[in-house]
């Protein structure tokens, strides 16, 4: 049987009052029948509701990555608090009588295992014999022709401004900019989209003049995506059957969503990987016009810390579940991999969880960077890409965390060196302010989570602290 915690069920849940209102029903002591199956692969049993009959529910972890939870009651919200509830009980020990797997649910079984082998046949069929994707070199050539014009347009753009000078930008300006961002979606352009918008709401701010270096980044990065998209595109118009660049994050820019068929086939994928949260955030991204889950995870056999991300675009919010803190630890047989450098993107399709052990804390003091040099050195090399994330993260070994006569937390390694800590701008969260809050113990020989921001009008590397975790003991900042 799978370990089964509160933080596993949490993360099934699609909502948070979901998870209250499962819990609910546990505290209430609303089921009148709790079973399990001899093997440990089935919870089941039934939960009173609204109506004169009982609701049937069970949690089938016959494939443990992919446990199906079902329920007979008529809500349309998936996993129901009726099938959550049967596992909060669980979880908090309730007894749970042993009985024979219900006929209905076998069935189900057959169906579900019938189809997973005709997946495998077909897709070991395909294997056998791949066929060469094809490429339909005229609608490519098209596509490639107008995203080379949309180039041409933001360059004709961002020229303008250049020559005028951000200080002369007015409302007529600020609208022409707007329609410029809206040519760019019709021109299969979103990532310059994306970039020239978040310009225009810099552009926007009342207090224009402390956004003016931040601006003039944006521009800097506009330059470059002009300058590596034209070469690209360029290349591929005059070969269409040019593999997709997996070297850089180039075709990511251009609006290529990445499929886990092609990072499996670039081999991009890694078998049995192991991983712990170390941080997660939830942030409203005016740019993208989307809301963004986004957590930091130690891959604990490759030392690296990568990011999950989940994109939920304003309109269909609420279709979407939201992402949240995961606090146990997740063991996945597939960990796709997409192509980046410091905290490159990961999904994963099925996993299993189970609780951290000494070992996984052990994993993460191991992991931790003592060098301080070091780390600086990496993340100025991926700044020095205009393309590159400008806020990567990184798991580094403090000495000790203290309080200047100013005011100011600095952070010390091992040979003295000190980070200054900061609150990065770009995403609006407070956690220096935290830190006279934190146990004096958590502030000396602890393992620190950092997010780097470069910050130009003051020509400063800054450090904002995210996690800290000292022995088995993590405390999270920001989540």
Request: one cysteine or more; glycine letters at 6%; proline letters at 4%.
């Amino acid at each position: 049987m799978i370990e089964i915690t509160e933080g596993y069920i949490d993360a099934m849940a699609p909502n948070a009052s979901a998870i209250k209102n499962a819990q609910g029903l546990v505290r209430k002591r609303s089921y009148v029948e709790l079973k399990q199956s001899k093997d440990g692969t089935l919870l089941f049993g039934e939960c009173a509701g609204s109506g004169k009959s009982n609701y049937s529910c069970s949690a089938d972890f016959v494939n443990k990555e992919q446990p199906v939870l079902r329920c007979s009651c008529p809500s349309r919200q998936f996993p129901c608090k009726h099938s959550l509830g049967l596992l909060y009980a669980f979880a908090a020990g309730q007894p749970f009588a042993e009985s024979d797997i219900p006929e209905d649910i076998l069935a189900k079984r057959d169906k579900a295992e019938k189809r997973e082998l005709k997946k495998q046949q077909d897709g070991d069929a395909k294997d056998a014999k791949p066929k060469p994707k094809k490429v339909n070199k005229s609608a490519l050539k098209k596509k490639i022709q107008a995203q080379l014009e949309g180039l041409d347009l933001l360059e004709k753009l961002t020229l303008s401004l250049v020559r005028s000078g951000l200080g002369t930008i007015d409302k007529t300006v600020l609208k022409s900019m707007k329609e410029h961002v809206k040519q760019l979606g019709n021109h299969y352009l979103t990532g310059a989209q994306i970039e020239l918008r978040r310009l225009v709401l810099l552009l926007e701010e009342k207090n224009l003049e402390e956004n003016y270096s931040q601006a003039m980044e944006q521009m800097i990065l506009l330059h470059a995506f002009i300058k590596k998209g034209r070469a690209h595109l360029t290349a591929k118009l005059a070969d269409p059957e040019l593999p997709l660049d997996s070297e850089t994050t180039i075709e990511e820019w251009l609006g290529h969503a990445w499929q886990l068929s092609e990072l499996h086939d670039i081999g991009f994928v890694h078998r049995e990987a192991e991983l712990i949260q170390l941080a997660f955030l939830s942030y409203d991204d005016k740019g993208r016009q989307e809301f963004v889950d986004q957590g930091y995870w130690l891959e604990t056999s490759t030392g690296e810390v990568n990011r999950t991300l989940q994109f939920r675009p304003y309109k269909a919010a609420k279709f979407i579940k939201e992402e949240d803190s995961f606090f146990d630890a997740v063991l996945v047989s597939e960990l796709y991999r997409y192509p980046g450098d410091i905290n490159r993107r990961i999904r994963w399709e099925a996993m299993t969880a189970r609780p951290l052990s000494e070992q996984d804390y052990e994993s993460i003091h191991k992991n931790a960077h003592r060098s301080f040099a070091d780390v600086i050195k990496q993340v100025k090399n991926q700044l020095k890409n205009p393309l590159g994330d400008r806020h990567p993260v990184m798991l580094v070994h403090v000495s000790r965390i203290q309080e200047s006569e100013e005011g100011q937390f600095v952070c010390l390694d091992e040979n003295g060196q000190q980070l200054r800590l900061e609150d990065a701008k770009y995403y609006g969260c407070s956690t220096v302010s935290l830190l006279p809050y934190v146990p004096k113990a958590m502030l000396e020989d602890v393992q620190l989570l950092v997010m780097f921001e470069h910050q130009q009008d003051r020509g400063q590397l800054i450090a904002q602290p995210l996690t800290l975790i000292k022995g088995t003991d993590m405390l999270r900042l920001l989540y």
